[in-house]
């Protein structure tokens, strides 16, 4: 036996499925975060950690600084948690602590 849908009724069950399937897209946000790299003990220690950051997906630009032995990472939340960012730090021999939060564009 052969039923006939409709094609509303198709319409409305695709654009049913397609809601669902991007519906975290639309609450990701891009975020930036501070985290407190004290470890760093020369000058090459920043660009060991900045590659090691940059190599997470997700994360967009990231800014290290041996004088303030901060890494300041901008990133996609639908992609990363900032867990994932601390680890990458500490598999290259960085412990880091997340030292501020900040919605992107807003002042940091």
């Not at 867990?83 to 564009?105: H, I, N």
């Amino acid at each position: 036996m052969k039923t006939r849908v409709s094609a509303h009724a198709k319409k409305l069950v695709l654009g049913s499925v397609l809601v669902f399937a991007f519906a975290d897209a639309a609450f990701a946000a891009v975020r930036t975060v501070a985290l407190s790299v004290p470890g760093m003990s020369c000058e090459v220690c920043p660009i060991t950690v900045r590659k090691a950051l940059e190599k997470v997906p997700g994360v967009s630009r990231v800014t290290v600084s041996f004088r303030k032995k901060e890494a300041v990472v901008t990133f996609d939340d639908a992609r990363t948690r900032i867990e994932a960012l601390e680890d990458a730090t500490f598999e290259a021999g960085y412990e880091s602590t997340v030292k501020a939060l900040a919605q992107e564009g807003q002042a940091r």
